[in-house]
C-alpha cells in the first residue's frame, strides 16, 4: 500500500520551497540598463525555472496527487511488466497535445518546461512508449508523500512550507485524467432497471413498451410561433360566423414514410407469424389499418425521425419474439391480424392484451437478460486480462500496454452498461477498505 499523499496545497507548498532553496543557491547576475542616458548596472536573482514551467508543474502535479490516490484504491495499476522495474510513485501517463491543451501553449513549449523541470530534480523518469501511446512521467516522492530522506522539520523548512502554501492556494479544479483512453468514450450512461420498470403504464403514454413512441413532454417539440402576416391573413380568411379556414394538408414525404413502416411490419409479420395464410386485397387493407392503430397508435406520438425508426426496430424484435413463441408452441397459433367479428380482438389490436401488444414485456426480458449475459462477458474478460497482465501470461497486445492503459481499456468498456456495470468493475478491482 503506498502511503497517504499530501494535500493539494501542502504538495504545492512544498514545491514552492524547493523553488526557493534552489534560488538562493544561484548566483546573481550583472544587469546594465540606460536610464535617462545614463547607463546603470544593477543585480538580478534568476528564477530556477521559468514561470511556464512552474504552471506546468501543478498541472502534473495534481495528476500525479491523483494517480496516488487511484493507486491506493486499486492496486492493479502498480502491476508491471517484466521489462519494468516497479515504479514508486506511480506514473502520470500524458502526451504533449493534452498538456498543451490544458495549458494553451504550443507543444515545443510543453517539453521545454519538462526538461526544465527535470533539470530541477521534480521529474524524476520519463519513459517514452511510441508516437502513439502517451509517455510516461515519474514525480518525485518528496512532492507526493512524506519520505525519510526529507527534511522536513527544520524550522526554515517549515516556514518556506508556509510560504509557498499562501502563495499557491488556489480553488480545487476539475480532476484531470490520468491518459487519454485508448477507445472513444461513450459518455453516456444507460439506466438499466427491473425488467418490470421497462414496461411503460399504458395509463401514462399512448404507445407503450421498452423504448418506443410515448407521449412525454420532452419528446413533443416545441410548436413554432405564427408569422404575424399570417395571423392577418387567418383574421380575413373567417367568415361573418368567425370560422377559420381548413389546417393545412400533412406533408406527403412524411406520410408515405409512414405507409412504408406499416407495410413494412405486415409483411416481415406475414411471413414469420402467417407463413401458411394468405390475405386478400381486403384482408390486408383491413391488416394495414390495425396494425397503423394498434401498434403505431396511429402516429399521434411527437417523435423524432431517429425515434420512430428505433421504434420500428423494436417492432420488427417483438414480431421475432412472437415467431418463435408460436414455432415452440405448435398447438397455438396467432389470431387475425384485424378483428373479424368483435372489436379489439384482432393480434394487433392495442386493446387485445394477450395478442401482440403482450410482446412488450418479452421484449424488455429479452433486453434485460441480454444485458446481463453481455455485462458478465465484460467482467469476466477484464478479469482474466488483468490476471494475465500481472502473471506476465498475457497476449502480447496486452503486455504492450502499462497497466493504466489496460485499466481504462475495460473502464471504457463496462461504462456502456451505465452506473451498475461501473460499481461492479470498481469492486472487482478495488482494493477492500479497511
Do not use: C
Not at 73 to 96: G, I, K, Q, S, Y
Not at 225 to 253: D, I, L, V
Not at 330 to 351: I, L, M, Q, R, W
Amino acid at each position: 500500500m503506498l502511503p497517504l499523499p499530501y494535500s493539494q496545497n501542502k504538495a504545492f507548498g512544498l514545491f514552492s520551497g524547493h523553488l526557493d532553496s534552489l534560488k538562493q543557491q544561484l548566483q546573481p547576475q550583472l544587469r546594465r540598463r540606460i536610464v535617462k542616458g545614463v547607463e546603470e548596472t544593477y543585480l538580478v536573482t534568476p528564477k530556477p525555472i521559468s514561470d511556464g514551467a512552474q504552471s506546468t508543474a501543478r498541472v502534473l502535479h495534481r495528476m500525479a496527487l491523483q494517480a496516488v490516490e487511484e493507486a491506493r484504491a486499486v492496486p492493479f495499476l502498480l502491476t508491471t511488466t517484466a521489462t519494468d522495474a516497479e515504479p514508486t510513485p506511480p506514473p502520470v501517463a500524458v502526451n504533449n497535445e493534452t498538456l498543451a491543451k490544458i495549458r494553451k501553449v504550443s507543444g515545443r513549449t510543453i517539453r521545454q518546461h519538462l526538461r526544465e523541470l527535470m533539470s530541477i530534480g521534480f521529474i524524476v523518469k520519463r519513459r517514452f512508449r511510441g508516437t502513439k501511446a502517451n509517455f510516461e512521467l515519474w514525480i518525485s516522492t518528496k512532492f507526493l508523500w512524506k519520505t525519510d530522506s526529507q527534511a522536513l522539520n527544520s524550522q526554515s523548512s517549515e516556514n518556506r512550507t508556509k510560504a509557498g502554501e499562501a502563495a499557491f492556494v488556489e480553488p480545487t479544479s476539475t480532476k484531470l485524467p490520468l491518459i487519454q483512453s485508448l477507445v472513444k468514450q461513450d459518455t453516456s450512461e444507460i439506466e438499466i432497471a427491473h425488467v418490470d420498470k421497462l414496461v411503460t403504464n399504458p395509463e401514462q403514454a399512448t404507445l407503450t413498451g421498452n423504448t418506443g413512441p410515448r407521449h412525454t413532454q420532452e419528446a413533443r417539440p416545441t410548436a413554432p410561433k405564427q408569422p404575424r402576416q399570417a395571423k392577418q391573413t387567418e383574421k380575413e380568411s373567417k367568415g361573418a360566423g368567425g370560422a377559420a379556414a381548413r389546417p393545412a394538408a400533412a406533408n406527403p414525404a412524411l406520410e408515405a414514410l409512414r405507409r412504408e413502416m406499416v407495410t413494412q411490419t405486415f409483411h416481415y409479420a406475414w411471413k414469420l407469424i402467417y407463413p401458411e395464410r394468405s390475405f386478400s386485397e381486403h384482408e390486408q387493407r383491413k391488416s394495414l389499418e390495425a396494425i397503423r392503430a394498434g401498434v403505431y397508435r396511429n402516429f399521434e406520438a411527437a417523435l423524432t425521425e431517429a425515434q420512430w425508426n428505433q421504434y420500428h426496430d423494436e417492432v420488427f424484435q417483438r414480431i421475432d419474439l412472437a415467431a418463435a413463441y408460436f414455432r415452440r408452441h405448435t398447438n397455438k397459433f396467432a389470431p387475425s391480424p384485424f378483428a373479424e367479428f368483435v372489436a379489439g380482438t384482432g393480434y394487433f389490436d392495442a386493446e387485445n392484451a394477450q395478442g401482440f401488444e403482450g410482446t412488450h414485456r418479452w421484449l424488455a426480458n429479452h433486453l434485460a437478460n441480454q444485458y446481463q449475459r453481455d455485462l458478465s462477458k465484460a467482467l469476466l474478460r477484464a478479469r482474466r486480462e488483468m490476471r494475465a497482465y500481472r502473471l506476465k501470461t498475457a497476449p502480447k497486445r496486452v503486455l504492450a500496454m502499462t497497466a493504466t492503459q489496460l485499466y481504462r481499456y475495460h473502464e471504457t468498456k463496462l461504462r456502456k452498461f451505465g452506473k451498475a456495470g461501473l460499481e461492479r468493475f470498481y469492486a472487482q478491482v478495488g482494493a477492500p477498505k479497511s
